[in-house]
């Protein structure tokens, strides 16, 4: 803290592995960062409540264009052809924003996902007791292919009435988006993978317009047929953001929570010990190491002042959320990993008008994940040192490549 650290391209390598050291210099030393990810100029907010306050001001918009007055609608030009994927309601200002949410809000709500926790415990006692017949005690596995993954991909398969089976054609065409968009990768994605996947949605559209179930891709269906509500490509988008926004993220969520206990023994023993504490606990994994880093990219529709710093209209804004909630100004002892912290008011699922859709879900999803996986093995511990884990270079995001566990 205080030294002159050179803070490095946000999109680059050293920057992610390195993200909480340069999190806190920033938050100390730049708070109001302006500062380059990859070819992009921005500036970055690290301070809790300057992150919170942007996210809730309307001088700040998701459509670029409208703050530019003009022009791109993104800051790299897309082909047209990719709108269908591009433009979703994370994407998106009111009124538009809250005439998609609307559509789905309900799906989500306490309420209607009250079987969940029943086939959660279920899910999870199958994939434990895989885990037990394919492994002997003592020895290592990787809990992403066991465990951390297949629960969230079941879960929105079952949502949105995917077969199990199609899950993974999604996940290769999504997997590209958040591989880093470098060299011959945008190549690929924008000519290959991005079209199959807008083609494979399609396909499945037209199934489900034959054959509707009770799934949540069948209601938007209804919708877009009820009148005007969504078009084409708003259900496209729609379809590969639940999907995307619902399973990548609680896959990293579980994982890096998991590793939070395991890096802190004091604290995995006492949510052995009193699974009560799973609420709380589920809170301190999104504030400690959540998988989201960052909302996406936001533009000021006017010159705005922000710690003496001025904010040009037009200019890309973003919130390193992962900073915000280690900030000392806001929590004590923000390095501690505390299982029992309250109030813990974190931005882990982002603040404002875009918060969360998933919320509820995912904290159910890893609450009884995490739980039932303490539960049933008892010794559970790190598989690898610590410094052997690799995290994943995806920007703003904080994914390991796998987490080796000892059962
Ligand atoms: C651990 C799991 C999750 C985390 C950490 C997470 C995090 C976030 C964050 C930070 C945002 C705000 C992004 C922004 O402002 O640009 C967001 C938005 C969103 N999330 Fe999640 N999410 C998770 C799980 C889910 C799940 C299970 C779903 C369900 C399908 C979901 C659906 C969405 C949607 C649709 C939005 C956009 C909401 C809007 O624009 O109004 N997320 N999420």
Excluded at 396 to 402: A, G, I
């Amino acid at each position: 803290m205080g030294r002159a650290l050179k803070i490095p391209n946000l999109g680059s390598k050293d920057f992610n592995e390195n993200k909480y050291e340069h999190f806190e210099w920033l938050r100390e030393n730049e708070p109001v960062y302006k500062g380059k990810f990859f070819v992009l100029n921005g500036f970055f907010l690290s301070r809790y409540q300057d992150c919170a306050d942007m996210l809730r001001d309307d001088r700040f918009v998701r459509n670029r264009s409208t703050a530019t007055g003009g022009g791109s609608r993104f800051p790299i030009p897309m082909p047209k052809s990719l709108n269908a994927l591009v433009i979703s309601m994370i994407t998106e200002d009111n009124p538009g924003h809250r005439r998609l949410r609307l559509l789905v809000n309900k799906a989500f709500t306490p309420r209607s996902l009250q079987s969940m926790e029943s086939q959660l415990i279920r899910l999870t006692d199958d994939l434990l007791d895989r885990m037990e017949e394919n492994a002997r005690p003592g020895s290592v596995i990787d809990l992403v292919p066991a465990y951390s993954l297949p629960i969230p991909v079941k879960v929105i398969s079952m949502l949105m009435g995917v077969s199990d089976d199609d899950m993974p054609r999604f996940r290769n065409g999504l997997r590209v988006l958040t591989e880093g968009m470098s060299g011959w990768k945008i190549i690929r994605t924008m000519f290959r993978d991005l079209p199959n996947t807008i083609a494979f949605t399609k396909e499945l559209i037209a199934i489900k317009k034959l054959a509707p179930g009770e799934d949540i891709l069948s209601g938007l269906i209804q919708a877009e047929q009820d009148g005007e509500k969504l078009s084409e490509d708003e259900l496209i988008s729609m379809v590969f953001l639940l999907i995307f926004a619902g399973y990548e993220t609680t896959v990293h969520l579980i994982n890096n929570g998991v590793l939070s206990l395991l890096q802190h023994p004091a604290e995995m023993d006492k949510l052995r010990s009193n699974p009560d504490l799973g609420a709380t606990a589920v809170e301190e994994m999104l504030r400690f190491r959540g998988p989201i880093q960052s909302s996406k990219q936001n533009y000021a529709t006017e010159d705005v002042k922000l710690q003496g710093i001025r904010i040009p209209k037009g200019s890309m804004v973003m919130p390193l959320l992962g900073a915000a909630n280690r900030d000392p100004r806001f929590f004590d002892n923000p390095e501690q990993f505390d299982i029992t912290r309250t109030p813990n008011k974190h931005l882990g699922f982002g603040y404002g008008i875009h918060l969360c859709l998933g919320a509820w879900l995912a904290r159910l999803e890893t609450k009884v994940a995490v739980n039932q996986l303490l539960a049933r093995f008892p010794n559970l511990a790190l598989g690898v040192d610590e410094k052997e884990l690799k995290l994943q270079r995806v920007s703003f995001w904080h994914r390991y490549e796998s987490l080796p566990v000892r059962i």
